[in-house]
């Protein structure tokens, strides 16, 4: 099966290619299939933007996999002007940061807020197959409980895409996220639940594409 991926991020198409390890899946880009248009994300929520994206890239392509964050911060209410929200890139309404803006912008909003934070992702993911859409979010209490650490101090090394790896903390081992071998789950609590909701995840991804079985 071929898949578009609904983003020109190289770390998200990563992400869903080891998310679907064993099936018979072939992904391709926006990039690769020439598409520079983009709807206006105008959702709520994660999962809505997901799907906004998902039913206008539905018209290039058959099968269609989208996917819109939004980062929190627990020490900040979720209506506050500084709270990262759906607007990671974008902090504001002002303009789209490239990665090394998006380091500096929130290690200066980290420090204001005393140099380390408790965040936590929202994730919406939807799929585009047939004409119909599916879509996924956890509910923000679950994701809460996995939440990890923001500094104001940012490690030198790099995850392309994902600029905020390198501010990021596991709670566990106080390592970066974009330290070597920081993915690999243990058996605390926390790390359960972000086992159960990768299980999760990829159930829905399972189910919304038809498979039944690897391959």
């Not at 983003?7 to 072939?26: H, I, M």
């Not at 598409?35 to 539905?58: H, L, M, Q, S």
């Not at 596991?170 to 330290?179: E, G, I, L, S």
Request: proline share 4%; with cysteine.
């Amino acid at each position: 099966m071929k898949i578009l991926i609904g983003t020109t991020n190289p770390s998200k198409v990563k992400r869903f290619a080891e998310f679907l390890r064993g099936y018979d899946v072939e992904f391709c880009t926006l990039h690769e299939l020439g598409i520079t248009d983009e709807p206006e994300e105008a959702g709520n929520t994660p999962e809505e933007n997901a799907v906004i994206k998902a039913r206008f890239y539905g018209k290039f392509f058959d099968t269609v996999i989208c996917n819109d964050s939004g980062l929190y911060f627990e020490e900040l209410p979720l209506d506050d002007s500084k709270q990262p929200g759906l607007k990671i890139r974008t902090p504001g309404g002002g303009k789209r940061l490239n990665d090394e803006e998006m380091i500096t912008y929130y290690s200066e909003l980290i420090h204001s807020l005393g140099d380390k934070v408790s965040a936590f992702y929202l994730d919406g993911i939807a799929v585009y197959r047939k004409g119909k859409i599916y879509s996924y979010m956890e509910n923000s209490e679950a994701v809460k409980a996995s939440a990890f650490y923001m500094i104001s101090q940012p490690s030198e090394k790099r995850h392309e895409g994902w600029p905020l790896d390198s501010l990021s903390l596991n709670r566990n081992t106080m390592t970066y996220f974009v330290d070597k071998g920081n993915n690999i789950y243990d058996k605390t609590e926390e790390n359960i639940m972000l086992g159960e909701y990768r299980t999760r995840l990829i159930a829905f991804l399972k189910k919304s594409l038809g498979f039944q079985k690897n391959l």
